[in-house]
Structures are given as structure tokens and as C-alpha cells.
């Protein structure tokens, strides 16, 4: 079978069938998985970590971590779920070695950024209403800010529920918490962040 045909096939298969395909020898089928994937790996790895370069980094060693340990996935949460918990894991051990107690920072972030994937709505509605539009763009700012002030544990919870629109079912798996543990951190998460924007209702 020709290699862009093989391609096309694979596109259409599961992640669980991709797998197979790996581990029975052709691992190309595995690039599939990092194609289908890598984006909204990236995009949760930038918000912890806050740097374009090192979400990058870390993406990629955890796509090889995943490649290395892949006879050992059991099949009891979905492909993604494990392959976040192992991207979760690298960044959370790459925060450590950097010893930064507030080790997140939008401001430096460059494109990728799920919080500028709605910029298009700021520049429409700036150009429809600039008064609103100005609005907008300083909530976007703010809200940078304030979660930059979180701790890394609700930093973490809150890119995973509020951005990556993951379950509670999903993320308390990948954080190896009970899901009573994890509604916590995100009450107490929102509830600081509620605080900090508080104004922004009032305006």
C-alpha cells in the first residue's frame, strides 16, 4: 500500500486502532497520534508553563515518553487522558527544576495561546463597537493576570476544566486526585479568580 494512502487510512482509524498499528511495528502510525493530538497538548502545556518554547519542549518529550511506555497503556482512560497525565507530569517536574514559586506568565506567550484563539471577537466587535471592543481586549489582559497570580496546582486545574473543556471525570484521573479533591481546588480556584476580576462585573 502506498505511503500517502496508508496515511489517509490512518487518519480514519481510532486512537486505540493507531496503537495497535504501532505496536504491531509500523510506528509511523504513531505520527498520526502526535498530528491529532499535539495542538491541544500544546496549547495546556502553554498556559502552565507560560512560554512558547518551553510548552514545545515538553510536548515533544512527552510525545516520546508516550511512544517509549506504549505497551504499557492499559486502556482504562482514553488515549489523550494518559498522554496528558504524562505531558502533566513533565511540566510539573520542569517547574520544579526552574524553582519558580510563580512560575506562570502569559505576557510571554506568542501565538498558540488559547486565550488570543478569540482575538478574532475583540477585533470584530472593535471594529463594530470600539468602546466595546477596548473592553474586551482589557478583560483578556486581566484575566492573564489574575491567572497568573494562582498557585500552580489551581493554575492547573483551571486550564484543564475552564480552557481545555475536559471533564472532571477526565482530569481527576490525569491529577490522580478524587474528583471531590479536584471540585475543591477548582471552587477555591474560581473563587480567587472572582476576586481578582471582581470589578469587571461591577463596570
Known amino acids: 500500500m ?100 510563580h512560575s506562570f506568565s502569559l505576557d510571554d506567550t506568542e501565538n498558540g495561546d488559547p486565550l488570543e484563539k478569540d482575538s478574532e471577537l475583540a477585533d470584530q466587535a472593535l471594529s463594530a463597537d470600539p468602546v466595546r471592543g477596548a473592553h474586551i481586549t482589557d478583560i483578556k489582559k486581566r484575566l492573564r493576570k489574575a491567572l497568573d497570580q494562582l498557585s500552580p496546582s489551581h493554575r492547573e486545574v483551571v486550564t484543564l476544566c475552564d480552557i481545555m473543556g475536559l471533564s472532571y471525570q477526565e482530569i481527576a484521573k490525569m491529577l490522580h486526585v478524587s474528583e471531590g479533591t479536584l471540585r475543591s481546588r477548582i471552587f477555591y480556584a474560581h473563587k480567587q479568580l472572582q476576586s481578582l476580576l471582581g470589578d469587571i462585573e461591577r463596570r
Open 2 to 101: 502506498p505511503d500517502q494512502e496508508r496515511a489517509e487510512n490512518w487518519s480514519e482509524q481510532s486512537d486505540d486502532d493507531l496503537i495497535r498499528t504501532t505496536l504491531s511495528g509500523e510506528t509511523r502510525a504513531f505520527d498520526e497520534l502526535i498530528r491529532r493530538h499535539s495542538r491541544k497538548l500544546h496549547a495546556m502545556l502553554l498556559q502552565m508553563l507560560g512560554s512558547e518554547a518551553d510548552a514545545y519542549d515538553v510536548a515533544q518529550e512527552a510525545f516520546l515518553r508516550a511512544f517509549r511506555s506504549l505497551r504499557h497503556f492499559n486502556k482504562k482512560s482514553a488515549f489523550y487522558t494518559w498522554l496528558y497525565t504524562i505531558a502533566a507530569n513533565q511540566a510539573r517536574n520542569f517547574i520544579r527544576k526552574r524553582k519558580r514559586e
